[in-house]
């Protein structure tokens, strides 16, 4: 595909060299010309890992796709009525307290006991990979993370316990800075559940087209972007990735956030490849994110300072895994070896309809080690029968294969954009996206956002 793409371009660079121009000109063409290469390389990366998983392959990616998740900071995620009635319900009400309310951190300026100084000490002491100048911007991160939202943060806390040291197992595999998995606090809450309202899902906010890109399966019984390993694993391909682009890992987050394209718009009109100096440029519901980062950083950091301790989150300090190759059902283990089915789901939510679906191809099961040997110990018949009449019909299961799974997306209208043009492209019908989007006539506008639900 490389040499496809200089075979297209030498005879632009040739007639480029032979015409009469300034060296300034000369300069400022070639330069033009770098950024379109890039561009067209960035496509044919994203072309290639379209292909690879077409193929059924793993997506290698020497540089980053620019269809990247445009997350939101989530302030309420929107649970699925199965999913509301297991732990996670319990752990996201828990972050979703009057201790944590909404802020316009544009407007707000906080003020804290501790001094400036020791502020900035502290946040230089942290000696991290990944940081910023103290700053007014900054400060009102440190200051939210770390007393504004002191519930939410316990929470956090002691999500973090069971969380991040497969964060960090992860990301040492890659040789990523560990402190990256403070990224997964900005972007969900540490909530493996949550759904944005742009459609991402998961503790990494993946968008469907992200994930897919990625490797992660998303299909009617499984949605990886729910796996805690498998997602995570994905994540910090994407980053490896965007710091091979930026060369700086506060680009590379803010590529996670925007995109890679909306970073690179910001630093070519900036003219610079220093945050502070493209902060501006950045979308709105980006530059915060960065400064975000780090107040999370910095509050986990110095908790202890902070009289925050980590709140009982109900996760097992310890997993076990199991390899399932054959369809289960997390009732058929409930029941069987006697643990909530609740507890299953809390450490599985890949599965969306309690069905592991092993006959597809090996699955994984997470239980805590304190019930491994329990689910050893029962006859894997025993285990495999048990009600899968019932649980497992073959038409309960051919219902499930069939109904595909919707998801949210929000389209950004462009110009030259017409309601049938995008209703056709999505698959949905002009009508629906109206009713929808509570529209009472078919104009649109450049920038206007559109929600659609698909099935995928």
């Not at 997964?184 to 899902?201: D, Q």
């Not at 592991?356 to 239980?367: D, N, Y």
């Not at 698959?427 to 929808?436: E, L, N, R």
Request: hydrophobic share 40%; glycine share 6%; aromatic share 10%.
């Amino acid at each position: 595909m490389k040499k496809i793409l200089l075979l297209f371009l030498l005879p632009v660079l040739l007639l480029a060299a032979a015409l009469p121009v300034s060296a300034q000109s000369r300069k400022a063409l070639i330069e033009k010309q770098r950024q379109e290469i890039q561009q067209l390389q960035f496509s044919l990366d994203s072309l290639q890992a379209l292909l690879d998983s077409l193929r059924g392959g793993i997506p290698s990616m020497e540089s980053i796709s620019q269809e990247v998740p445009a997350q939101v900071f989530p302030r309420r995620e929107e649970l699925s009525p199965e999913q509301t009635d297991s732990l996670m319900h319990l752990w996201f009400s828990q972050m979703d307290t009057e201790d944590q309310p909404s802020y316009d951190m544009d407007a707000e300026r906080f003020t804290s006991d501790v001094p400036d100084s020791e502020l900035e000490r502290r946040l230089e002491a942290m000696n991290s990979y990944i940081t910023l100048p103290f700053n007014a911007t900054v400060k009102n991160y440190m200051v939210l993370y770390s007393e504004k939202m002191r519930s939410g943060m316990r929470t956090l806390l002691g999500k973090s316990e069971y969380y991040f040291p497969i964060f960090e197992e992860v990301l040492a595999r890659y040789g990523l800075p560990l402190e990256l998995k403070y990224m997964a606090v900005i972007e969900s809450h540490l909530n493996p559940v949550a759904c944005s309202k742009a459609g991402a899902m998961g503790l990494w906010q993946f968008m469907y087209g992200t994930a897919k890109g990625y490797g992660l399966k998303i299909n009617s019984f499984v949605d990886e972007r729910l796996d805690v390993r498998k997602s995570t694993d994905a994540a910090a391909r994407y980053l490896r990735d965007a710091y091979r682009v930026f060369g700086d890992w506060n680009l590379a987050i803010c590529s996670y956030n925007c995109g890679a394209a909306n970073v690179q718009k910001a630093i070519k009109r900036s003219g610079s490849t220093r945050f502070w100096d493209i902060y501006d440029y950045l979308p709105r519901e980006t530059r915060g994110y960065v400064p975000a980062f780090v107040g999370a950083m910095y509050a986990f950091t110095y908790s202890r300072e902070y009289g925050l301790e980590p709140a009982e989150v109900g996760m097992p300090a310890v997993c076990d895994t199991f390899h399932i190759v054959r369809n289960l059902h997390f009732k058929q283990i409930s029941e069987t070896i006697g643990i909530p089915a609740d507890e299953i789901k809390a450490l599985n939510p890949q599965y969306l309809h309690d069905i592991i679906p092993g006959s597809e191809g090996m699955c994984v099961l997470k239980l805590p080690l304190s019930r491994s040997a329990a689910f050893m110990e029962v006859p894997r018949d025993s285990l495999y029968n048990h009600k899968s009449a019932e649980l497992l019909n073959p038409q309960v299961l051919k219902n499930i294969s069939e109904s595909g799974r919707e998801v949210r997306i929000a389209y950004k209208v462009k110009s030259g954009d017409i309601l049938g043009r995008i209703a056709i492209r999505n698959g949905v019908t002009v009508a629906q996206i109206k009713k929808w989007n509570h529209m009472k006539s078919d104009t649109i506008r450049p920038g206007q956002i559109l929600y659609i639900y698909k099935k995928q």
